[in-house]
């Protein structure tokens, strides 16, 4: 069995990028905000070729310890200070 989730985000910002393609219509992100622009800072998130920003998605996946069979449940959230909190809410 394949189970799959996504946790998706636009950057932080309302809109991502504010670009959409002409022919999908699909909203591009603006992750590239998500590095730190602080020289002083951490340099696990500084911006460098082939580098991605560091981003708090939170997949969680469920499943029952007594069967193989059981129930299992898949979830995603975007992250930030309320991702935990949005996952425990829904499930």
Do not use: W, Y
Not at 49 to 58: A, H, I, K, Q
């Amino acid at each position: 069995m394949l189970i799959a989730s996504a946790a998706l985000t636009l950057g932080g910002t309302t809109f991502g990028s504010g670009i959409v393609t002409p022919n999908t219509g699909i909203l591009l992100n603006s992750a590239q905000l998500l590095f730190s622009s602080s020289p002083t800072s951490s340099s696990a998130n500084i911006a460098a070729p082939g580098r991605r920003p560091l981003l708090p998605t939170s997949p969680i996946f469920f499943e029952t310890a007594q069967q193989k069979c059981g129930h299992r449940f898949l979830a995603a959230s975007s992250g930030g200070i309320r991702g935990m909190m949005d996952i425990s809410q829904a499930s």
